[in-house]
């Protein structure tokens, strides 16, 4: 009896001491996430402290995160509202950006990888979008083509958007940026 | 007639009376069992966590160690590329990024980036995960981003052999680990940017430190 106790405490111990290490690194972990309305940004990564989960996540993977001097990637998954993204439905990407040398804000999948659409305009530079007079941001994000700064989505589907500052001195306090110095993401309409 | 009618009811008591201690043995051994599983369970958790980067082959230190050994920075490659090396993820497309490898067992090593118009930053990973140091083009002299990667023990010898009351103009990084990538991150602008970032990104040198 006294060994089927010993493979009870082993067997438990391994079963869920692995799988709930597996769990908590087969994504972004939750420990060291900053969110600011729609967008969450993971700080720590680019640092020297990099904390034990963020560490595990990235070396499970080909990853090389933005450096904390270098630069900050937020994401977000969820339009303002907190409604998933989805690609049956028209966004307007508005309002300001952070301080920073360059930006860029692309469109990917759940992996960060641009998707494959018959027009190959994944993202855009702070040098590419068309501005209005007053120098604001307007980017709409849509499946069917749109005048102005059109990010072309996938028809169906989850996706993300992922703005990257460059030389930006938020990457620091991040936790204390104001939702008013971020994009605006708002659903417009939906198929 | 009473003793038929006694008999059977101890009958059926005694048994549960006799099961009873043994049931409460039983679950009293299955919650203390399960205590110690899940405690254990606490410590593998912990344990693999604090593992995986030390024991991860598949980490962007081991996948690109061949990157610039001939002493420039080299392009990440590209998905499918011809020497089978993995594609980074979660990469930005309006960047152009190359890499140099560095082992310091041999000594340290020198790094020089010759800044141009777009946005360069060069940062310091380490194998294990962990970014030891981020510059970017704003703090280049003259043109010229210059800096040294060494070991604790390395700068001490340095600091050693530096001549007496005169101060060392150089940039010194401390590794705490003797591998690691250097990273050179262009950004395009525009796409027609591409070549000048190239050529700003690969032109990053990374080689032995010459002494003294």
């Known amino acids: 009896m006294r060994i089927l106790d010993l493979a009870y405490i082993l067997a438990l111990g391994a ?3 692995l799988g709930t290490a597996h769990w908590a690194v087969a994504g972004r972990p939750a420990i060291g996430r900053v969110e600011v309305g729609a967008w969450t940004a993971w700080p720590g990564s680019g640092s020297r402290e990099v904390d034990p989960y963020m560490r595990a996540y990235l070396a499970r993977g080909v990853h090389l995160p933005l450096g904390s001097g270098e630069g900050l990637e937020l994401i977000a998954e969820r339009d303002d509202a ?3 993204l989805d690609g049956r439905c028209r966004y307007k990407l508005s309002g300001a950006t952070p301080t920073a040398r360059g930006w860029t804000i692309g469109i990917t999948d ?3 990888l641009p998707f494959r659409l018959p027009l190959a305009r994944t993202s855009f530079t702070d040098s590419e979008i068309v501005r209005p007079e007053d120098g604001s941001l307007s980017i709409i994000a849509a499946a069917t083509p749109e005048a102005g700064n059109w990010l072309p989505l996938p028809a169906s589907g989850g996706f993300q958007i992922r703005l990257r500052l460059y ?10 940026t104001r939702v008013a110095n971020l994009p605006r993401i708002a659903r417009i309409d939906c198929r | ?23 409460r043995a039983g679950f009293t051994r299955f919650v203390m069992t399960t205590l110690a599983g899940l405690i254990l ?6 344990v693999t966590i604090l593992a995986i980067p030390t024991l991860s082959r598949h980490d962007a230190a081991h996948a690109y160690r061949v990157l610039g050994a001939d002493g420039h920075a080299e392009p990440i490659p590209l998905p499918g590329n011809a020497r089978g090396l993995p594609a980074l993820r979660e990469a930005d497309p309006n960047v152009v990024t190359a890499i140099c490898s560095y082992d310091l067992s041999a000594g340290p090593m020198r790094v020089v980036a010759r800044t141009g118009t777009p946005p360069l ?4 990973h380490r194998q294990g995960g962990g970014v030891l140091y981020a510059i970017t083009d704003r703090a280049a002299i003259r043109g010229t981003l210059e800096f040294l990667v060494m070991t604790e023990a390395q700068r001490d010898e340095r600091i050693a052999a530096d001549e007496e009351g005169e101060t060392s103009r150089e940039l010194r ?14 950004l395009l602008r525009l796409p027609s940017d591409r070549a000048d970032a190239e050529a700003l990104a690969t032109g990053v040198a990374c080689g032995a430190a010459n002494q003294g």
């Open chain 1, 15 to 17: 079963g869920i001491g």
């Open chain 1, 82 to 84: 907190g409604q998933p």
């Open chain 1, 110 to 112: 759940g992996d960060g």
């Open chain 1, 167 to 176: 030389d930006t001195p938020i990457s620091s306090q991040t936790g204390e």
């Open chain 2, 1 to 23: 007639m009473s003793a038929v009618s006694h008999d059977p009811p101890q009958r059926r008591h005694s048994p549960l009376a006799a099961w009873r201690p043994r049931l």
């Open chain 2, 41 to 46: 369970a606490g410590i593998v958790h912990i």
């Open chain 2, 121 to 124: 930053g060069l940062t310091l």
């Open chain 2, 173 to 186: 990084v401390v590794s705490d680990t003797e591998q690691g990538l250097i990273v050179a991150r262009v």
